[in-house]
Each structure stands twice: as C-alpha cells, then as structure tokens.
T-cell receptor, first 113, second 114 residues
Framework: DQQVKQNSPSLSVQEGRISILNCDYT??????FLWYKKYPAEGPTFLIS?????DKNEDGRFTVFLNKSAKHLSLHIVPSQPGDSAVYFC????????????FGTGTQLKVEL | NAGVTQTPKFQVLKTGQSMTLQCAQD?????MYWYRQDPGMGLRLIYY???????DKGEVPNGYNVSRLNKREFSLRLESAAPSQTSVYFC?????????????FGQGTRLTVV
C-alpha cells in the first residue's frame, strides 16, 4: 500500500517558469512532510519541509504547500533553473516513528533552456 | 565535514555470496537508517537504528541483517545475496526531535547480484 504517492513520473518546464510537483498521502498520522532532490549517482539531499500544523513554508525559490483536508502537498519552484533538473522525492514522517521516512516514487524534473 | 560515508560505492556479487555494506556518520546523530531504491519504487526502509544499541525492521527487511557498531557506524549485511537484492542502497542519519525531521543521506552503494 503506497502511503505517499507521486503520480507524475516526469515533468518538463522551461527555464524561468514555475515548476509544480505534486504529492498525495493517505496516512493521517504523518506529522512532517519533506522534499528531497536527487541527482544521478548521488544520494538524496534535503530541500524543504513542512509541519502538518502549517499550510505553507518558503525557502528562497522553493515553496511547499500543504492541504491537509485533501491530503495533498505540492512543491513550487520559481523561477526554474537548469540546475533544478533532478528527481524530486516527497517523503513523510509518522508521529513518534523515530524519524523513519516514507517516500514517494519520485518525479523527474527537466528544466529546458 | 564528510556527513554520511558509505563503502563500497559499487559491488557485483554472485548469487549466494555474502557482503557487508558499511556506513559511518560524523554528525553525532542518534538515528541511522538503511534504504534501498529500485526503479519506480522510491526509497524503501530496510532497517533502522533509533539509537546506539537498538535496531528495528523497516518495510523490507527480509534477507538482510544490521549491526549498530557504535554511534557512528551502522552496517548492512547480506548473508546470501539474491538477484532480487540488486538495487542502490542508501544509508542515512538524523537527529529526531521537535521540529527536526530531515535525514542526511550517503552517496549510495550500487549493488548488482548476478
């Protein structure tokens, strides 16, 4: 049972435009949501997170929105840059779960010139 | 500041062989994790160690064992490798606490079992 879902395997965006990556979840016990970025042959690197008690968190070009009623979160990248081309994983942490993360399957973002 | 270091980076095993993947972190984190990444599957938790001296199974523990050697090191052992264990393995560490959720990952070990 996939508790964290990323239904778009890939996304292509032009440089300078907005990239929107989506993630859905099913478990109401998740208390933190995170986005990781992964380049080929490297480990995932933490990008941004949001607590379940908030609906928005912003860090520079990256903003994460959380809609708890819809069990949906999204990552907005504005403006998109070629260096943003990578696989983006959505992840979630269960309350009291020892920081174990449940990951989605990832979305490959390609930012074109 | 190395963060999380995994060895080896690449390995090819024959079915039935055994090997140990090593992981060390220098961030003084209490918790460490082993994940595997397979195409179309995201990252799945194999085992984790909430603190030195404790280990617990994750989502896909079958065929693996772990050892939390000390606070810095967490190893993953394949006793009898199978082709289904062909994957990229990531070690991670974190310091669970109020408002802290992110884990830091190593560069990964690409394992092929033939």
């Amino acid at each position: 049972d996939q508790q964290v879902k990323q239904n778009s395997p890939s996304l292509s965006v032009q440089e300078g435009r907005i990239s929107i990556l989506n993630c859905d979840y099913t478990n109401s016990m998740f208390d933190y949501f995170l986005w990781y970025k992964k380049y080929p042959a490297e480990g995932p690197t933490f990008l941004i997170s949001i607590s379940s008690i908030k609906d928005k968190n912003e860090d520079g070009r990256f903003t994460v929105f959380l809609n708890k009623s819809a069990k949906h979160l999204s990552l907005h990248i504005v403006p998109s840059q070629p260096g943003d081309s990578a696989v983006y994983f959505c992840a979630a942490r269960i309350t009291g779960g020892g920081n174990k993360l449940t990951f989605g399957t990832g979305t490959q973002l390609k930012v074109e010139l | 500041n190395a963060g999380v270091t995994q060895t080896p980076k690449f390995q090819v095993l024959k079915t039935g062989q055994s090997m140990t993947l090593q992981c060390a972190q220098d961030m003084n984190h209490n918790s460490m994790y082993w994940y595997r990444q397979d195409p179309g599957m995201g990252l799945r938790l194999i085992y984790y160690s909430a603190s030195e001296g404790t280990t617990d199974k994750g989502e896909v523990p079958n065929g693996y064992n772990v050892s939390r050697l000390n606070k810095r090191e967490f190893s993953l052992r394949l006793e009898s490798a199978a082709p289904s264990q062909t994957s990229v393995y990531f070690c991670a560490s974190s310091e669970p606490g109020q408002g802290i959720a992110e884990a830091f990952f190593g560069q990964g070990t690409r394992l092929t079992v033939v």
